[in-house]
């Protein structure tokens, strides 16, 4: 792993950080978390543009600004070898913190056979922000992988299905494509996905209806997007990966390689 601190490589084991800073006592900041491929960088502007967001909606200005950022995830992503990157950008009120390691790309099952889920009750504070302070979110993955599951559906009180641990969901009828656009995390794959699928219509689903949606699939940066074929121990349509999804995933594959 490659780390920079406030412009400065540093080895893993010499990062440091004060303990009386407020990210460590509090989570008070905003991270993302992006990824190359074929060593290019997938949408960082983007990516850089929604950390701001998360920092105005957490209620702080950060003293780097968004040109020393992208200048510095430059600078670090230059020192590294790898044909395919795991980028973690941190903002605190003033600090910046860039990790740069190599990405370990998900079994190649996953995507041809699809994956499970289960759900988890409750959803995030602050959905709008990308912060570090997200102990529910890693609960709620623990639940999941503790489950054999690979990642947790998040269910509000009112059973609304908003988002998933570290992804974001869709469901298919018909050829139609499906996702929520309230109190969830904007991401930036799922931005992508709703520009590939053209006609993606925003709408609330309740969980119930979507065990009965004919597909279902997650979408998240360093996975791109991955067929959902059971929640909870239901078959999710024909319990494969359905024609939408694949349709979705090969052009998502040419876009990305293309860039």
Not at 46 to 66: N, Q
Request: net charge positive; proline share 3%.
């Amino acid at each position: 792993m490659i780390i920079s601190i406030n412009g400065k490589i540093t080895d893993e084991k010499r990062a440091k950080m004060p303990v009386t800073s407020e990210a460590f006592l509090f989570g008070y900041a905003v991270f993302e978390t992006i990824r190359t491929y074929k060593g290019k960088v997938f949408r960082l502007d983007d990516h850089l543009a929604r950390l701001y967001m998360s920092a105005d909606v957490m209620g702080f200005k950060p003293k780097w600004t968004y040109k020393k950022v992208y200048t510095e995830v430059s600078k670090v992503l230059d020192k590294s070898k790898w044909n395919k990157s795991k980028i973690r950008v941190i903002l605190t009120k003033d600090d910046l913190i860039v990790m740069v390691e190599q990405l370990k790309e998900k079994p190649s099952a996953m995507y041809k056979k699809g994956v499970k889920l289960v759900s988890f009750h409750g959803k995030r504070n602050v959905p709008y922000a990308k912060k570090l302070a997200d102990a529910f979110c890693y609960l709620a993955k623990q639940h999941a992988l503790s489950c054999g599951a690979y990642e947790a559906l998040l269910v509000d009180p009112k059973t609304y299905v908003r988002e998933c641990a570290y992804a974001n969901i869709f469901w298919v009828n018909g050829t139609k494509v499906f996702t929520t656009n309230k109190e969830i995390l904007f991401g930036i794959t799922r931005e992508t996905v709703v520009e590939l699928a053209e006609d993606c219509e925003f709408k609330g689903a309740k969980y119930k209806s979507l065990l009965r949606a004919d597909e279902v699939f997650i979408t998240q940066t360093t996975s791109g997007i991955l067929p959902v074929v059971e929640i909870d121990g239901q078959r999710i349509g024909t319990g494969r990966p359905g024609p939408v999804t694949k349709k979705l995933m090969k052009k998502f594959e040419k876009l990305v390689r293309r860039k």
